[in-house]
């Protein structure tokens, strides 16, 4: 049976004096040999524990090397594990342990004793059995607990592996998006484990000690967000170049990038930022511009080998976005087939939610994503917004996104999430939260006006206000509602009855 475990453990067989992974913040490096000890001794003293086959653990980690040990040692004693954030308040983490019904908790407390050297841990169980938890980070409703096994997380490596120009032996990839993330767990660090490449890891983003680690690490390959690379293209371009000399290959996946941003990465550096589209469901990359071979402003790609991807109709989204009758140049989306429904078929799915499995793909694969896009002449997919979101004006539909690129290409503008609002006369309308840029002067109608030159009327908000800041989930995507409670736990009989469900 094939287990994500595996992935060390070849490694080490193969690369046994390579370095694995260098923990920049605690100052340690193991190579594959001395982490898959690690791994050994910590799969040891969790099964001395009384871990049984399909117990959850929680993994209360940052980035760091602490977590790749922790997450290999769970896989290989047969066990679940369950990342957490290491910042979640006392209150949210209560509540996702007693979802989940996570036995142990492994934080740096728990990881400070470590059993003694003995006979080499097999790993138990995979293919179908569960491997991680992944609970999503409730952007637009409760959080979920999304139940990745073996395979799928093994099959999305192996597909982004086959793309040209991903991760490859000898690479040195710098991590510092959350670990506790997918995307920082499956196209980082288990594909890291799958190519023998090094895992430079940093436990938070600081921009400049970021180009300072690239730059003593030769680092290679970055995965990132767009939050990351914002804060890069602030970065003056000798300063950019000395921290980035060696670097070949910027990716960024979690949330949409900014066209601007990857201009002026691409004006400074030369470098091309290759942006992908994934889910937590999908473990989790679905496209990539890499795909491609160019990075395509405003697109993700297509979708990556061994993934197909469909545009499908969906209750208030079966026919293409009507435009404004009175303006009859208005179309967000100009291509023919209007937009859809972004739907997914592949070996990197999910199996269903916690903990009976419900709401995954379908009898014939497919899983629906949420997700609102359209396909470009070129077949590249573009994303227009998450289906909860859309905003019906007097029976028109509003995506929030196109609202908040309108907005955000201000100057005086740092970011902005754009809402509905029930509204008597119309149904709904649009409202405007911004964050001005540091030291801005912005009115309201400023912004109004603004908008009224680049929209159709019934997109104009009719509503703006100002804030500080605004929410964000732990890898920077934009979260338009608050997180809402997680679902009643089911009882102790049910979780122990399921503890090893196979779809």
Request: glycine share 10%; net charge negative; proline share 8%.
């Amino acid at each position: 049976m094939r287990n994500i475990a595996g992935l060390l453990a070849d490694a080490a067989i193969r690369w046994p004096a390579a370095r694995a992974l260098t923990d920049t913040t605690a100052g340690t490096s193991f190579t594959w040999s001395e982490l898959n000890s690690a791994v050994e001794n910590q799969a040891r003293r969790l099964l001395e524990r009384g871990l049984g086959t399909g117990d959850r653990v929680a993994l209360r980690l940052p980035t760091s090397a602490d977590f790749a040990i922790a997450l290999f040692a769970v896989a290989r004693a047969g066990g679940v594990a369950v990342p957490v954030s290491p910042l979640a308040p006392e209150a949210e983490l209560t509540c996702l342990l007693e979802h989940s019904g996570a036995r142990l908790v492994l934080d740096r407390e728990a990881l400070r004793s470590s059993a003694e050297p003995g006979e080499p841990v097999e790993p138990s169980g995979g293919d179908e059995d569960i491997a991680v938890l992944s609970y999503t980070s409730g952007t637009t409703g409760p959080s979920r607990g999304v139940m990745l096994s073996h395979r799928a997380l093994l099959a999305n490596v192996e597909q982004v592996g086959a793309v040209p120009g991903t991760l490859r032996h000898g690479d040195r990839v710098f991590i510092a998006i959350p670990l506790f993330h997918v995307y920082g767990l499956g196209p980082g660090l288990l594909h890291a484990a799958a190519v023998g490449a090094t895992a430079v890891l940093a436990e938070r983003f600081d921009v400049v000690k970021a180009l300072e680690v690239c730059a003593a690490h030769r680092v290679t390959v970055i995965g990132g967000v767009p939050a990351m690379y914002a804060e890069f293209a602030r970065m003056s371009a000798e300063q950019l170049g000395e921290g980035l000399a060696t670097v070949r290959l910027l990716s960024s996946g979690a949330a949409p990038l900014h066209p601007k941003v990857l201009a002026s990465i691409r004006e400074k550096t030369g470098l091309e930022i290759f942006e992908g589209y994934g889910l937590t469901e999908a473990a989790p990359v679905v496209t990539s511009t890499l795909v491609t071979g160019y990075a395509k402003p405003g697109s993700v790609g297509r979708p990556v080998p061994g993934v197909e991807l469909r545009l499908v109709e969906s209750d208030g989204l079966a026919e293409p976005v009507p435009l404004d009758p009175d303006d009859l140049d208005d179309a967000f989306v100009e291509d023919e087939a209007g937009t859809g429904l972004v739907s997914v078929r592949g070996a990197n799915l999910f199996s269903g939610y916690w903990p009976d499995g419900a709401h995954g793909p379908d009898e014939d694969g497919w899983f629906r994503t949420g997700d609102v896009g359209y396909l470009d002449t070129d077949g590249d997919l573009h994303l227009v917004d998450r289906a909860n979101d859309l905003i019906i004006v007097n029976g028109f539909n509003v995506f929030p996104h196109e609202v908040e690129e309108v907005i955000v290409a201000m100057p005086e503008v740092a970011e902005v999430a754009v809402v509905g609002m029930v509204d008597e006369r119309s149904g709904e309308s649009v409202r405007a939260v911004v964050v001005p840029a540091q030291g801005a002067s912005l009115s309201e109608q400023q912004v109004m006006d603004h908008c009224a030159e680049h929209l159709a009327g019934y997109k104009v908000p009719t509503t703006i206000e100002f804030a500080e800041t605004l929410p964000h989930s732990p890898v920077g995507k934009l979260r338009r509602v608050p997180p809402a409670p997680l679902p009643p736990p089911p009882s102790t009989e049910a979780l122990r009855a399921r503890a090893r469900f196979k779809p």
